[in-house]
């Protein structure tokens, strides 16, 4: 069984975390999971789950966002547990996640600077050659995100912005969070069946496109 290190920061888009959570414990993998301080913040104000002021999750707590299946594939680490096991490059994992990650974070990964576990985790899987997804939301970017951007992505980090496409004709919000939640299991080899892929475009009706002929 492949185990997964998500990190949620203070970048708003919340949902994606919850919905990429349960989405790789629902194709049989473990989380290790682990909130920034600003992260803490921004779940509790976006999807109305307290967690402590370290980033760690009571697991009552953990058990009642996600319910007791999914909660017990999954561990959460205070944000200065530094003693994790996603902080040595010994650990096994199928890849560093940051869902969704704020600038801030992504800036001090850039420069290899970790103040807290996810940023740890991050460092670990360039050092390591490990899949690092950066999923950043924000707007505008600034020459200073893009900077970032480029740099960790040529350091071998995958950057996946919360952009989630419409052209799989959404119903709702959470059509909007799985596209992207898909794309994400994509890029670490996760099969999944979330979403709607893209099948091409029927051909017209041979009598549209005579009309059209003669119209033309």
């Known amino acids: 069984m492949t185990r997964f290190f998500v990190g949620i920061t203070g970048a708003s888009g919340h949902a994606y975390s919850e919905a990429l959570v349960r989405a790789l414990v629902g194709a049989g993998m473990d989380v ?8 803490a913040k921004v779940l509790r104000h976006e999807l109305g789950v307290v967690a ?21 594939s999954v561990r959460v680490f205070a944000s200065a ?15 560093v996640l940051l869902c969704p990650c704020s600038m801030g974070t992504m800036a001090r990964v850039a420069v290899g600077f970790s103040s807290n576990l996810v940023e740890r985790a991050a460092d670990v899987a360039l050092k ?3 899949r690092l997804i950066i999923v950043p939301r924000e707007a505008p970017y600034s020459e200073i995100h893009l900077e970032n951007m480029l740099k960790l992505a040529r350091l071998g980090a995958v950057i996946l912005p919360a952009s989630p496409g419409f052209y799989h004709h959404p119903e709702d919000i959470s059509d909007l969070v799985s596209h992207l939640v898909g794309k994400i299991l994509d890029r670490v080899g996760v099969e999944h069946a979330i979403g709607k ?9 041979a009598d549209e496109g005579t009309q ?3 119209e033309g």
């Open 212 to 214: 059209r002929g003669v």
């Open 32 to 39: 290790d999971l682990s909130l920034t301080s600003a992260g």
């Open 81 to 95: 547990a530094v003693e994790a096991p996603a902080s040595s490059g010994t650990s096994l994992t199928g890849g």
């Open 128 to 130: 390591e050659g490990k």
């Open 52 to 72: 402590e002021a370290d980033g760690s999750l009571a697991r009552d707590t953990l058990c009642a966002w996600l319910g007791d299946e999914v909660a017990a």
């Open 197 to 205: 892929r893209w099948a091409g475009l029927e051909p017209p009706a």
